[in-house]
């Protein structure tokens, strides 16, 4: 069975080896020991704070798949609560102006990128990577909404808007950026690779040397302009899943690749709207024995243990002690609900205790009525 949970030190060895599969492009997660050692005990101290009352200054919480019967880690996802402060949010902005001619009876729009700079805000969610051999059976949708369960248990602390900066067209194998060679290299003079790693030590190299002006998209080779706002091959799926979330284009693209930034509220994100708390009536013998599917996951999953035939849910405990996992959730009397023991061994959870579940994906109010009552999840 597949668990989401915070990640340890204990994880770093597999976590290092994790990274060594992602290519370039995926900025937070570079194959450097150091570094991920500090990510580690950065959210360490995330998830020691959620039981704190202050506002979110910039925690960070790393999650990890784990494969529980061979204690295998397959993949990450990571939410950081508020960006800026320390180190401001950079990106770009795309905006269009109209150039207009009476004499020559010309009309252009022209498309501009401006430099954000952003010091307050907002959360963005970042790190998915799910190895590929444990790509299918809705593993993908599980650990990229496995977050925002989290981020319905303690709403409070993350900031209101949410952004992702989705990876942009590099290439895989040495680290090719049409988009940096047209702009990033002339500033910067270093490749993308290591321009990519050092946004992640230190990044006040972005402020000493990224042009402060509008850059027009028309001045920039046809490649470079080609890429502004696409995403990576491997990120399509990812992409797909949190427009099913509710996520859109925000009208800016990263720095160095151009690659899209999405947004959503908070409260809009479709999985924290939509989810509910319950409290566990009955635990019943057995696991999930239904097949998943062969993509990023589906909510047609059922889970067959003590002859139920109900369809698995994104479901998640309510502790500090985060866990989540595709689990069938059956409706028990008064709006309570049973779990398999698989199940409850997995969020660590017994009769009594409280869970928050989703459907995996978008559905229709009769089709995704909840078994049980809306509950508050903290939001005005």
Not at 103 to 117: G, S
Request: hydrophobic share 40%; charged share 25%; aromatic share 6%.
């Amino acid at each position: 069975m597949d668990v989401i949970r915070p990640i340890t030190l204990d994880d770093l060895p597999q976590l290092l080896e994790l990274c060594r599969q992602t290519g370039f492009g995926l900025t937070t997660l570079p194959v450097d020991e150091k570094l991920l050692k500090r990510r580690i005990k950065q959210s360490l101290r995330g998830f020691e704070k959620l039981s704190d009352d202050d506002p979110p200054i910039g925690e960070s919480y790393l999650l990890v798949l784990e494969e529980t019967r061979s204690k295998t880690i397959c993949g990450t996802a990571g939410v950081a609560a508020k960006v800026g402060g320390f180190e401001p949010f950079y990106a770009y902005r795309i905006e269009t102006t109209i150039h207009a001619s009476e004499i020559l009876n010309v009309r252009k729009e022209i498309r501009t990128l401006h430099l954000v700079e952003d010091h307050d805000g907002p959360c963005e969610i970042g790190s998915l990577f799910l190895s590929p051999a444990h790509r299918g059976g809705g593993n993908g949708r599980l650990l990229s909404l496995s977050r925002f369960l989290l981020m319905a248990n303690y709403p409070a602390y993350f900031d209101p808007i949410v952004i992702a900066e989705m990876r942009g067209v590099v290439n895989g194998k040495d680290g090719h950026s049409p988009f940096w060679e047209a702009i990033g290299r002339h500033f910067f003079e270093i490749d993308y690779p290591k321009a990519d790693y050092m946004s992640i030590v230190n990044k006040r190299f972005i402020a000493d040397l990224m042009p402060k002006h509008p850059i027009y998209i028309p001045l920039l080779p046809p490649e470079a302009q080609a890429v502004i706002g696409e995403v990576h091959p491997d990120t399509r799926p990812a992409i797909r899943i949190l427009q099913d979330e509710g996520f859109t284009f925000s009208g800016m693209v990263d720095i160095f690749e151009a690659g899209p930034v999405v947004r959503s509220r908070l409260v809009d994100i479709r999985a924290i709207r939509q989810s509910r708390r319950a409290e566990i009536e009955a635990i019943l013998p057995g696991g999930a024995t239904g097949p998943g599917d062969d993509t990023m996951g589906d909510d047609t999953q059922r889970d067959q243990s003590a002859g139920n035939d109900a369809p698995k849910m994104l479901v998640s405990n309510c502790t500090d002690d985060f866990r989540a996992t595709l689990a069938a959730v059956i409706p028990g009397a008064a709006g309570k609900v049973k779990l398999s023991a698989d199940a409850a061994a997995a969020l660590k959870v017994e009769v009594g205790d409280t869970i928050r579940c989703v459907s995996l994906k978008p559905q229709t109010a009769a089709a995704g009525q909840m078994p049980y009552p809306d509950a508050n999840i903290g939001f005005d």
